[in-house]
């Protein structure tokens, strides 16, 4: 597919914010990282209907990166709910180069790599950090393999690396923020601590000198198919549902009310890394964003929207 089959409409929109807007945070992609996203030729299915959401899916995530890089943003902030974490602290990658590869749903590496490498800004995410801290959210940072900004690459994985293989910019520098594992089985308790530290990081970024755009990575529910590694859930179409009404809407119930009583039974790594988002949107003014789902699809077991939002 094509990535300049974007709707007319979502491509105006954001080539008048790239003119038009006026605060550093310049837009935010929801971005799923499963591997039928990535490559839908390799999905070992006969399921015509499934073929067809999973290459819209793969479509979607292609149109999101164009839209990212009419935004030209020269940094991107990217959460993760797969990255290396901690039990309990949000945390920042301070290494100057990340490196990772993912493979595809039903083909793995070494026949489908799918290899990314990028610049992490260590320096803008030790600000961020030491920002943060001072406003006493629960977050630190990681090296890998030695100091602040050394030259070993930080290891990636598909929660970063599928998001990036589609946004991936010459100009763009890269923020890594991944998600406490607590996430698995406090996911709702966190929503105030989600929220704050969504409104604490907005004000953060709008005092960098530079066009920043936000990316989430996060699946929708993951209990479709009783085949599936989690079972069913009767929750998970009204999960994906609920947040696809978010995403489009930025509707509070519809994320904070009726997706956070559904995602314990319907199993989503992307409800934290929403809410955080949500939280950055209610810093600006909900009324400010536009909103626009692209793709909000289960070809398998697992959810997956594309979603983008500038102002």
């Given amino acids: 597919f094509n990535v300049c089959m974007a709707t007319s409409e979502v491509i105006c929109c954001f080539l008048c914010a790239l ?42 995530c292609l149109q999101a990166g164009y839209l990212l890089r009419q935004l030209n943003p020269e940094l991107i902030v990217l959460s993760t709910p797969h990255g290396l ?27 489908c790599c799918y290899n990314v490498s990028v610049p992490i ?5 030790l600000y961020i950090v030491q920002q943060l ?9 990681l090296t890998a393999y030695g100091p602040l900004g050394n030259d070993e690459q930080f290891p990636l994985r598909w929660g970063e690396v599928i998001p990036l293989y589609f946004m991936q910019s010459q100009r763009s520098r890269v923020v890594i923020l991944s998600q406490p594992s607590r996430r698995y089985n406090s996911d709702v308790a966190m929503i105030p601590e989600l929220l704050q530290l969504g409104k604490q990081l907005y004000a953060i970024l709008q005092t960098l000198s530079e066009r920043v755009v936000v990316v989430i990575s996060g699946d929708l529910a993951h209990t479709h198919l009783p085949d ?4 069913y859930s009767n929750a998970s179409e ?61 070809p398998s077991y697992y959810g997956m929207m594309v979603a983008a939002f500038t102002r």
């Fill in 121 to 125: 800004d260590a320096n803008t995410s």
């Fill in 133 to 141: 801290q001072a406003f006493g959210a629960n977050v630190s940072s």
């Fill in 85 to 111: 974490a901690d039990l309990k602290q949000f945390m920042f990658y301070l290494n100057s180069q990340g490196y990772g590869f993912a493979d595809t749903d039903n083909c793995v590496c070494p026949s």
């Fill in 19 to 60: 003119l038009c807007v006026r605060s550093e945070v310049v837009g935010s992609f929801i971005m799923p990282h499963g591997g039928i996203a990535l490559s839908p030729a390799h999905f070992n299915t006969t399921n015509e209907t499934t073929k067809y959401e999973a290459w819209m899916l793969h479509k979607a």
């Fill in 228 to 231: 599936g590694p989690y079972g």
């Fill in 238 to 298: 009204p999960y994906d549902m609920a947040c696809g009404l978010w995403a489009s809407t930025l509707n509070t119930s519809a994320l904070l009310v009726t997706a956070a009583g559904l995602v314990d039974k319907a199993l989503s790594c992307g409800f934290t890394g929403f809410v955080l988002l949500h939280g950055m949107f209610q810093a600006a003014g909900l009324a400010n964003w536009k909103a626009e789902v692209l793709a909000n699809f289960h």
